[in-house]
């Protein structure tokens, strides 16, 4: 009996192992696969991301791996606009996967930098996400994000948990019509406090040097381009941002202010407030022996 007890222990024991150790194995595992796009496939496309259309009869896509352009590791994804056609790059994932919960709140981003894109259409450039449900329904969001010029900026959308049952969950950006390029690197998603009923986008963007506005309106794919920005993205401060065209640069702005206060200082670094002050306090005291030159003649009588 007591042998008996033993065995069962053991097993009990050794089951609650086997059951301990899986879920951190899964809690270690990105939800996205190759979320940092530097996996491969042999034809040279990126790994578990797909861009449409994928048959030419749908249209033509304009899909490479750029090695002058990422935010983190070895490439991004570059996909250049055309005024032919939609192009769209996702990932998806069905419910026999068994990857990650379906039914409950996600926030997915990903990061991003354009290069003179321009729509010609209203479909501009959105950050999505695509659920299918049980009942045959699809209950997708979208939101448009900024287009233009700018630096590698982290673009994100939270979405709270369907009321159905969910069989597919895929990601996505849907790039529309137009001009320009778009990079794309370092897919997120992760699961979310479910407190809105909303969807919410934010947007967070990477501090970079000047040098870089100048530079970024140039179309072309190589380092050149981006100057001596691209060591600071690899470990980006990040400013939250509500909206605008850009950054402001407060360090600057805080020096003009010092420079304002301190006197007026030329463009090589003179500063004329000493000078000045030295004028004034030969004249002041010019002015005051004139004055007692003035009082002592009145006294003897000269004046």
Request: charged fraction near 20%.
């Amino acid at each position: 009996m007591m042998k008996m007890a033993k065995i069962s222990l053991a097993l009990l024991l050794s089951m609650t192992m086997m059951f301990s150790l899986a879920p951190a194995a899964t809690a270690a595992e990105s939800i996205l696969k190759n979320p940092s796009l530097e996996d491969l496939n042999d034809d040279g496309t990126t790994t578990h991301w797909d861009v449409w259309p994928g048959n030419p009869s749908e249209g033509e896509k304009f899909a490479s791996v750029s090695t002058t352009e990422k935010h983190s590791g070895k490439q991004s994804l570059l996909i250049e606009l055309t005024p032919k056609n939609n192009q769209a790059v996702y990932q998806y994932h069905l419910l026999a996967d068994q990857r990650f919960p379906f039914n409950k709140a996600y926030t997915f981003s990903f990061w991003v930098k354009m290069q003179n894109v321009v729509p010609s259409d209203n479909d501009g450039v959105r950050i999505g996400i695509n659920r299918k449900g049980a009942d045959g329904n699809s209950y997708d969001v979208r939101e448009h994000i900024e287009v233009g010029t700018y630096g590698w900026t982290k673009v994100s959308l939270t979405v709270s948990k369907a009321m159905v049952s969910i069989v597919q969950y895929d990601v996505i950006v849907d790039i529309g019509r137009g001009t320009g390029k778009v990079y794309l690197d370092d897919f997120e998603l992760v699961e979310a406090k479910d407190t809105t009923t909303a969807p919410v986008i934010t947007t967070t963007r990477s501090t970079t040097k000047a040098s870089e506005k100048t530079t970024q309106s140039v179309s072309s794919d190589t380092k050149a381009v981006t100057g001596d920005t691209t060591n600071d993205t690899q470990n980006p401060t990040e400013t939250m941002l509500t909206g605008g065209e850009g950054t402001t640069d407060a360090t600057t702005t805080t020096t003009t202010k010092a420079n304002e206060i301190a006197g007026n200082t030329d463009e090589d670094g003179f500063n004329a407030l000493p000078l000045v002050i030295a004028v004034a306090i030969i004249i002041a005291g010019g002015a005051v022996a004139v004055a007692v030159l003035i009082i002592r003649k009145k006294r003897n009588g000269t004046v």
